[in-house]
């Protein structure tokens, strides 16, 4: 079965700050692997996504994420961020018979 | 116009009604799923239906029924609402095996 593992309920981070987001997953198959973002009162949207190919998945909004097969995992990352990127960041993980599993989510909360 | 919608996008109920939850889209995808967002728990899957004939449950399918009335149409019922099943409620669809999920907006539930 697939799981996944957001370790960091909230992240405060400073304004122009760079930031990462945790993400480890556990599958026994291949899998993809995507971040999404939720605005308050909004439903979610998709930032990125791993399919196959280059590690380093490049996404909307100055979004990076990178899979790492060895380690299970796919962190999120932005050099800089901005007060507008305060959300919630859930990862997840398409997995066998296409279910969806999703992290727990972050909340970024970015300070002027 | 949205390409998941979601009616109602609130309610507020008591416990022992009867509520259902609608949900359409217009991308022709087959897959439609529901889940149920509560604080710190990410999303967790209710029901998902593959097609119009084949419906399964999720992880959390117990008090909760689910109809898909056509290919673009996917309800979902709480035969007897209670206190707990106050929550964020989102459906989704997607396409093929490398696809994201297209979210609604949400419906949010007070169950009183």
């Known amino acids: 079965a697939q799981s996944v593992t957001q370790l960091d309920s909230q992240v405060p981070v400073f304004e122009e700050a760079p930031v990462e987001l945790r993400c480890n997953y556990s599958?026994?198959?291949?899998?993809?692997l995507f971040w999404y973002v939720q605005y308050p009162n909004q439903g979610l949207q998709l930032l990125l996504k791993y399919l196959s190919g280059s590690t380093l998945v490049k996404g909307i909004n100055g979004f990076e994420a990178e899979f790492n097969k060895s380690q299970t995992s796919f962190h999120l990352r932005k050099p800089s961020v901005h007060i507008s990127d305060t959300a919630e960041y859930f990862c997840?993980?398409?997995?066998?018979?296409?279910?969806?599993?999703f992290g727990s989510g972050t909340k970024l909360n970015v300070k002027p | 116009d949205a390409d998941v919608t979601q009616t109602p996008r609130n309610r507020i109920t008591k416990t022992g009604k009867r509520i259902m939850l609608e949900c359409s889209q217009t991308k022709g995808h087959d897959r439609m799923y529901w889940y149920r967002q509560d604080p710190g728990l990410g999303l967790r899957l209710i029901y998902y239906?593959?097609?119009?004939?084949?419906?399964n449950k999720g992880e959390i399918s117990d008090g909760y029924s689910v109809s898909r009335q056509a290919q673009a149409k996917f309800s979902l019922s709480l035969e007897s609402a209670i206190p707990n099943q106050t929550a964020l409620y989102f459906c989704a669809t997607t396409g093929g095996a490398a696809d994201t999920q297209y979210f609604g907006p949400g419906t949010r539930l007070t169950v009183l």
């Open positions: 599958s026994s198959v291949s899998v993809y």
């Open positions: 239906s593959f097609d119009v004939k084949d419906i």
């Open positions: 997840a993980v398409r997995g066998f018979v296409d279910k969806f599993y």
